[in-house]
Structures are given as C-alpha cells and as structure tokens.
C-alpha cells in the first residue's frame, strides 16, 4: 500500500562502531563488511534476533560529509508509481534531494517534506520467487523492529497536510501537549503508524521508536555503550516506557518497551 513504511536506513560515518554500539542496545546483527556501492560507500543489512530485517546501515563517506550529509535515520515510503508520488510530492511543497534511482532493490528517490524532514520514496523490487512479499520492519508490537515513527515538524498543520495529500494518511485522533500544541496521531489503512507533532527546540525531522522486550536494560546499554538519552524515560499510554537517544556517531532514536 502507498505510504507504509517499508525500511529504516542509518546513516553513519563509522558502521562498525554502529554495529557495536546497536548490536548491544537492540540486539542486532550488522556484518562486519558491506556491500560495495557505486559511489564508493558500503552497505549493511540489520538482521533481527528473528532472522528478518529490521533495515539497512549506509556509511557516510568523507565526500558525502562534505556535501552535508550527516548520521541520522531515514524511512522508506512505499509507492508502486514512483513517477508520479515525486510529482506529486514536488507539486505539495516538497524538494528533491536525489532524483529517481534504479537499483537492483528497487526504484527510489529521496525526498524532503515541506518542512525540510528528509524521506525516500521506493517502488521495491520482490525477492526471488517471492513476488508477494511484504516488508515487516514496522510492527506497533513486535520487538527488535520499528513500533513508532514520530515526525517533528515546524508547522504540524502543513506536514499532516502533505502526507495526507501525498500517501493518504489520516490524523484521527490526538493528545494535548500544552504550550507545544497537540501531538497529531497518524493512520494509515487501519493500522497507527505514529505522530505529528509541533517542533520544539528539537531539530525537525523524523525519529523512531524501536521496541526492545526490557527498557530499562536497554537505557542502561545506551550509556554503557557511548550513547546519550536527550529525552525521557517516560511513560507513555498503552504502559510503554520511551527515550529518545543519540548513538555515539550522532544519529538520533527512540527505544520503546513494555513496563514490567
């Protein structure tokens, strides 16, 4: 369906310290080598406890780095008309940060939100004999993968127009937050997907929340690992316990759990 989140990328100047550090947060495997790319990066599947993937490690090259490109995570936006989902987007406010690419997983572009959240947009090429397959890197409850995507953005009403326009999404419900306005939750075909919200004096962009079975011995493996909690612990309805964290490279994240 057009507009599900279908992969999480990082984006990181050093994968093997990435590894290490969400190896023991998250308990991901990332291999110790990637696959080579066309323009001198590498990149890395992130394999789940399960055997799935949770989404994929990109390194930032020294190059890159020139041209401002810094850690952080990034989603991928399903469309089965790629074409048209950039025209469209570009025609509700958005910029093209990386034109239509043809890749072996598929034709994608990158893409940034009226409010300057950057986001590709993929139309992904099935496995081998598996022209069915779905991606499950998104899961409201299941562990080790994606159970929030969060957007902070400088006008929450401009940003929940675009994605309304542009994918669909609905904002069927919300909470009031206070002086910061309300915190917009977003729908898509039955299922939450996360929220919208006003950004505040947090740089404006997308986070997510990936669960873990135990938050409280998660947050502890992000400090004893060189991470750093900038938000939280809180608890939040559904009795989950939330951070928001920074990886020891720069990239910015959330962990999402169940209180004991």
Request: charged fraction near 20%; proline fraction near 9%; glycine fraction near 14%.
């Amino acid at each position: 369906m057009a507009g599900e989140f279908i992969w999480y990328e990082l984006m990181t100047p050093d994968p093997a310290g990435a590894a290490a550090f969400y190896g023991a947060v998250v308990h991901w495997t990332i291999p110790a080598t990637g696959d080579a790319m066309p323009n001198g990066s590498n990149y890395r599947l992130i394999t789940r406890p399960d055997g799935g993937t949770a989404g994929g490690m990109l390194e930032l090259t020294p190059p890159m780095v020139e041209h401002g490109a810094r850690p952080l995570w990034l989603p991928y936006l399903h469309t089965p008309d790629i074409e048209a989902t950039i025209n469209k987007a570009v025609a509700l406010g958005a910029s093209v940060h990386m034109g239509l690419q043809e890749l072996p997983a598929g034709r994608m572009a990158m893409l940034g939100d009226p409010g300057g959240a950057p986001f590709y947009v993929m139309d992904p090429t099935p496995p081998e004999g598996q022209p069915d397959a779905k991606s499950d890197v998104f899961s409201e409850t299941a562990t080790h993968r994606c159970g929030w995507n969060e957007l902070a953005a400088p006008d929450e009403q401009a940003a929940r127009d675009f994605y309304s326009g542009l994918f669909g999404w609905e904002s069927p419900d919300g909470m009031d937050m206070g002086p910061q306005g309300r915190y917009h939750f977003v729908a898509h075909g039955g299922q939450t997907l996360g929220a919208i919200y006003r950004q505040g004096n947090e740089e404006a962009g997308w986070r997510f929340y990936f669960r873990v079975p135990d938050i409280d011995a998660a947050i502890s493996r992000v400090t004893g690992n060189g991470g750093t909690v900038i938000d939280g612990p809180h608890d939040v309805p559904g009795n989950d316990r939330v951070i928001l964290a920074r990886d020891p490279q720069g990239a910015t994240f959330g962990l999402a759990g169940a209180i004991e």
